[in-house]
Structure formats: C-alpha cells, structure tokens
C-alpha cells in the first residue's frame, strides 16, 4: 500500500463530512501533526459546514497531537483513534467529548 499523504487527507477531510449530524456544533479543532510529513492544520466547523486549512488557529476548542502518518491512518479509518489514545500516540487537549463526537462526523 502506498503511503498516505498528509496533505492529501486532510484536504479531503469535508467530502467526508455529514452535515446532518452537526447540527448546533460550532467548534475549531487543532491538528498538531508531528514526524514525517507533519505540519499544522485546523478545522472549523460551523453552521453545518466543515472546512480544513494548513496552519494554526488561536483558541481551538480540541487539539489533537499525533504522528502525522498515524493521523492519517486514524482519519482513513485504518486504526482506532481510542486505540491510539490510550496507548499515548495520540494526545487530545481542550474539549474531550467533541473528540468523542467527531468520529460520528465523517463517514468513511
């Protein structure tokens, strides 16, 4: 299997989004992505919409720290983003139940 390309997924990120299950949610999330291919992305979704861009944002609600290359997995659905938490691969800081909430957000 080729390996994944960050910047790939994470543009892709909103075909995945279902607008229907996000009704009322308005939150920024943080990507702290480290190791190969890692850089920094952000998500906002509001008023039903989702849209990802290369960069920081000041005050997200969640920011979510991983190997870039497990990220990819974890949003492609290739590992278990609750696996690779309680192992400590992936570390989340800010609001925990919008983590719980985003893996229902994006159909795979």
Same mark, same amino acid.
């Given at each position: ?60 609600? *969640?920011? /979510?720290?991983? &190997?870039?290359? @497990? #990220?990819? +997995? ?15 691969? *992936?570390? /989340?800081?800010? &609001?925990?139940? @919008? #983590?719980? +909430? ?7």
């Amino acid at each position: 299997m080729a390996e994944s390309n960050v910047k790939e997924i994470m543009e892709q990120i909103p075909n995945y989004f279902n607008k229907e299950l996000a009704k009322g949610l308005n939150s920024t999330i943080q990507f702290n992505l480290t190791g190969e291919q890692g850089g920094d992305w952000y998500m906002i979704i509001e008023e039903q919409t989702c849209a990802v861009h290369e960069g920081k944002i000041e005050k997200p609600n *969640l920011t /979510l720290r991983s &190997d870039a290359i @497990l #990220a990819t +997995k974890i949003l492609s659905g290739e590992e278990d983003g609750m696996r690779a938490y309680m192992m400590g691969k *992936l570390k /989340l800081m800010g &609001d925990l139940s @919008l #983590a719980m +909430k985003l893996v229902t957000l994006f159909r795979q």
